[in-house]
């Protein structure tokens, strides 16, 4: 469409315009104009965002999957299959890997799901020097929704990572035959572990100072959290299986947390396909946190995370 130039500089009264083209050209005018105000409505709904090829430099230039929600950004390491950072909403990281080897509790060590260990591979881990690699797909792109799945090198143990705008969910979906996993969070509350940092569990409504431990089976639902007084909001993790496995917590040198469930000291216990979620909630209340744990609770007895 086109506007003649005598037309121009006229009152809005007298203003006429003389369109070229015929009706053909008036209908693709409307039809691009159509799409573009689409596509920015969709881009305006987009809650979890991928990016397929980005790196995380404060891992030492990892290479990994960026998924950005409203509540976190996650740094999926792609070569090991786990995650690298996790960043809240002011970007502080609360993992803080590091590939450096010796680097222990201050780097390599660090992440999530950190799942197998000397069972048949050692898999599912920000890559470091004892990690073995793992192929991986995009499985499913939408709008709110990202899953990526992770297969281990010697094709016996498959992950599952689900990307939704609150959380995430990691599953672990083939088991090698014979062996045992354990889903461990080894990471640093509010960017970095000090003496103030404390945890609110499934057991009770009580705070716990970071230094201490826990050797039990937490009860049903089984859920833990992670804060800093210094910070809105606190890291959750969330078991959609309950079992009456040991779930294992301490402090690591006074450098990072060291959460896992189906642990008791080296040993592992799980053995069968299961789901982990992990994600923040903004606030530091018991209540709010609990709130959440119970709604993935829900969730996941209703069948709506398959």
């Avoid at 793992?134 to 016996?156: A, L, P, Q």
């Amino acid at each position: 469409m086109r506007i003649s130039k005598t037309d121009r500089g006229r009152s809005p009264s007298a203003h006429k315009w003389i369109l070229f083209g015929g009706r053909s050209e008036i209908a693709r005018y409307l039809f691009l104009t159509l799409l573009f105000f689409t596509s920015c409505s969709l881009e305006q709904k987009r809650e979890v965002a991928l990016t397929e090829n980005g790196v995380d430099e404060s891992a030492g230039g990892v290479p990994c999957y960026i998924v950005e929600t409203p509540t976190a950004t996650y740094y999926l390491e792609k070569e090991g299959g786990g995650l690298s950072s996790m960043l809240d909403k002011e970007g502080v990281d609360w993992i803080g890997f590091h590939k450096a080897p010796g680097s222990e509790s201050k780097g390599e060590y660090r992440g999530f799901p950190n799942a197998i260990h000397r069972q048949d591979g050692s898999y599912f881990h920000a890559l470091n020097a004892g990690t073995d690699r793992s192929t991986s797909r995009v499985e499913k792109v939408e709008s709110d929704f990202v899953r990526i799945v992770f297969e281990s090198g010697n094709e016996k143990w498959q992950g599952q990572w689900d990307f939704f705008p609150d959380r995430c969910v990691f599953t672990m979906t083939q088991v090698s035959e014979g062996f045992h996993y354990w889903i461990l969070f080894e990471g640093v509350p509010g960017g970095t572990l000090d003496k103030e940092d404390f945890w609110y569990s499934s057991i009770d409504g009580n705070p716990r100072s970071i230094d201490d431990r826990n050797d039990i089976d937490l009860p049903n639902p089984e859920w833990i959290a992670f804060g800093d007084p210094h910070t809105p909001r606190m890291l959750y993790l969330f078991h959609h299986e309950d079992d009456s496995y040991p779930d294992r917590f301490y402090n690591m040198r006074d450098e990072m947390t060291v959460f896992g469930f189906g642990r008791k000291g080296i040993d592992k216990f799980l053995d069968t396909p299961q789901s982990f979620s992990i994600g923040f909630v903004e606030s530091t209340n018991y209540a709010d946190v609990q709130r959440i744990a119970t709604g993935h609770h829900l969730e996941a007895n209703a069948g709506t995370l398959d």
